[in-house]
């Protein structure tokens, strides 16, 4: 294995990049970067494996801009191209990504599902070196000619075990078999199962393989939590739980139920949103941008938000309902205690799911601290923060779809403040709007 640098100067990264890296107070590499730097910036094709909030955006990023950099690309021909499965994931590549990519002036545009394709296509029109998207949005204009993929010379393939899981391979592969036949590619996944191992044999050549955490590893930082709850008690506890000091993410099974606790929670004094894919992607920006800002305290969510969602302090993560499988937990989890810091992973277990439960921890490699709790009890209050909520109901203005609204409070293309068409400043990249094309229902 390449031996790994001390700092980011040491890797011969572009002075520019450098500079902007210590503007955003980064001055050293996390683990996975300075293991990757050195062949990917070499051209070297990368398979990287690493937990979430491993610092993988950066691991992947800063090559790609660093060998686009000096380029510039023909309307609709993008150089470079990062494909992620969810539009949540594909907002935050791009805001990571924006500084960055003005330092060295290159023009970043997302493409995904949710959202005007004809916004998007003119963004791709007027120029675009670097394109986030995911794979039935590229597709879709692929389709329609208003995107070719032949000038791609540097691809990376992000989270590519859930693109997996939500059956995108085969639209990765017709995507990954138009871009350079001789370009650098990159790929980070989790785990190289359900086919992602089919991928790395087809498309990488020769890579260089670099694990900094295994797929299933836990973070150190992070404690994690089974408490034994009956049926009766749970709505109370969850109550407590999201009425305590500061953010907290409640994930669910379904989206129906995401709905019907964030009334309930409503209803008893809390700030809460759902977060699921039932939303509009104007919606899911808006509530994700107030749960951010804190208008939101607590968001109840469904695995959407599970990957792709970066909150700064987010120290509690709760499995009300527990997924079914290691990877999943993992990933709910990692909205925690990323980028060194800490953070405390709760599940709520009914008494029929503890055999379920203790099979998933044991393939995880997690050892929970286990107790059980009813609503009120110290042992709860200590673990999660929990408290009584005031049982005054609050109602919070709902998340807008209008495109005039949309872009008014979210940026002028409908996401996060940041997200940039343009070199020189945010540009909008795609209008918004609420309708999806009935042919591809899972289309992200």
């Known amino acids: 294995m390449t031996m790994t640098v001390p700092t980011f100067a040491a890797t011969g990264l572009a002075p520019a990049l450098v500079t902007e890296l210590a503007a955003q107070g980064i001055t050293e590499p996390f683990p996975i970067q300075a293991a990757t730097l050195p062949d990917s910036l070499a051209g070297r094709d990368v398979l990287g494996r690493g937990r979430t909030g491993s610092g993988k955006t950066l691991a992947f990023g800063l090559p790609l801009l660093h060998r686009t950099a000096g380029r510039r690309a023909r309307p609709g021909r993008p150089l470079a191209l990062v494909l992620v499965p969810t539009r949540e994931l594909a907002q935050q590549v791009t805001t ?13 545009a997302t493409v995904v599902g949710g959202l005007s394709l004809q916004r998007q296509a003119a963004a791709l029109r007027a120029g675009a070196e670097v394109l986030v ?3 039935g949005r590229l597709q879709d204009l692929i389709d329609r000619d208003d995107a070719r993929l032949d000038h791609v010379a540097v691809t990376v393939l992000d989270e590519a075990d859930q693109m997996a ?4 391979l085969p639209q990765v592969t017709r995507l990954l078999e138009r871009v350079a036949p001789d370009g650098q590619r990159m790929l980070f996944s989790a785990t190289l199962d359900r086919g992602v191992d089919k991928l790395v044999r087809r498309f990488l050549t020769d890579p260089v393989s670099h694990s900094v955490d295994p797929g299933t590893a836990t973070v150190a930082a992070m404690t994690h939590h089974v408490l034994h709850v009956e049926a009766a008690d749970k709505p109370a506890a969850l109550a407590h739980i999201a009425a305590r000091e500061g953010r907290t993410i409640l994930f669910m099974a379904t989206k129906h139920r995401a709905d019907r606790v964030a009334r309930q929670l409503l209803a008893g ?8 894919g039932g939303k509009s992607q104007p919606q899911r ?9 804190g208008h939101v305290s607590t968001l109840v969510a469904t695995d959407v938000a599970a990957r792709g969602i970066h909150v700064d302090g987010l120290d509690l993560v709760v499995n009300a309902d527990p997924p ?11 909205r925690t205690a990323r980028a060194g810091e800490s953070g405390t992973v709760v599940t709520l277990v009914l008494p029929e799911q503890r055999r379920d439960v203790a099979r998933l921890m044991s393939v995880a490699g997690i050892t929970p601290r286990t107790a059980r709790v009813r609503p009120g009890d110290e042992e709860l209050s200590r673990v999660t923060g929990a408290r009584k909520p005031s049982g ?4 919070l203005a709902p998340p807008q779809s209008a495109p005039a609204r949309a872009r008014r409070t979210a940026g002028d293309d409908g996401s ?14 795609h209008r918004t709007s609420s309708r999806r094309r009935p042919r591809r229902p899972r289309t992200t």
């Open 165 to 168: 899981d939500m059956g995108f």
């Open 133 to 135: 998207a995911t794979p």
């Open 392 to 395: 005054v109901p609050v109602s």
């Open 269 to 276: 004094g809390i700030r809460a949103a759902a977060l699921h």
């Open 324 to 334: 079914t499988e290691a990877k999943d937990y993992l990933h709910r989890g990692g």
């Open 285 to 293: 920006t808006r509530i994700l941008e107030q749960f951010r800002t």
């Open 416 to 429: 996060p403040a940041g997200i940039a068409t343009g070199a020189t400043g945010p540009r909008a990249a």
């Open 96 to 108: 990571a990504l924006d500084p960055y990519a003005r330092a060295v002036g290159l023009r970043c």
